[in-house]
């Protein structure tokens, strides 16, 4: 047996990605806890396996058995329901590796089916589906309280608009409204610079502070918009680890940006088995 990888990103969003076309991975949250670790592992924000929906135990109503399915976890070993950076990757990998033979095509997620277009200057557009808004409320973090709004994009968010990134300590989990965000919440941090622009930072569920959020720009643009009383429109969305694209009209949203590969590789079998004995 051999374990392949590939270590990709999207805005600098991280993933090591795994091919198992077959389905014999047994991808237990240690093991994805240290695939990710950045000092004894590969390194990443999260991990991306490759494998035909058909294996994946209760995954929604409208992904076929033969689809592509991405089984994204965070760094944490958490499971989560989408990865709109993640996807981008997930999307090009299928493509390059001859996995799917036209540029367009779906794929199934554990929020539904997402329709894909893969375009040839590496960009990757996805039709990410409603962004819902939902309920006020409000986030602490380095002592100081920021109001925002929650945004489902098949995965939580809560959109705080503020007047500056540079100040924030985002070096631990913000505390959120924990009857609101049963099961956690990405926090996005937003500064409005202009009608079709703006800046984001977000803290992670599951992972921390990273560069990027797929999922979190959506969110950001229909937060944004949902503030100025509005619900289409669209804006670039410059975050630390580059700059994608969004647009919302009422019934759906489109996250439009880059996705690159860096590496690929083995993994070590002796390291991956002993990883087996490891405690949940
Ligand atoms: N980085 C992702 C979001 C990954 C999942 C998130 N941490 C969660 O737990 O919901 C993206 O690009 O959307």
Redesign the pocket.
Known sequence: MHISFLKGH?TE?DFVLLPDVDAVLDLTPARVRALCDRRAGLGA??VLRVVRAKAVEGRPGDVDDDMWFMD?R?ADG?V????????RVFARYLLDSGLVGEREFPVGTRAGVRAVRVDGNGEVAIDMGAARVGADSSVTTGGRRFAGVAVD?G???LVCIVDSLDDLDLSVPPTHDRELFPD???VEFVVVDGPERIRMR?H????GE?R???????AAVAGVLHARGETSGAADVHVPGGCVHVAISGKTSTLTGPAAFVARGEVDLTWWNALAERAE
């Open positions: 999207g969003n924000d999260g994204y965070n958490s989560a329901e989408m990865c709109g950076n993640g996807l994009v995965n939580p968010h956690g919440v990405n977000v992670e569920r599951g992972v990273t990027s959020c797929g999922t979190g720009t959506v």
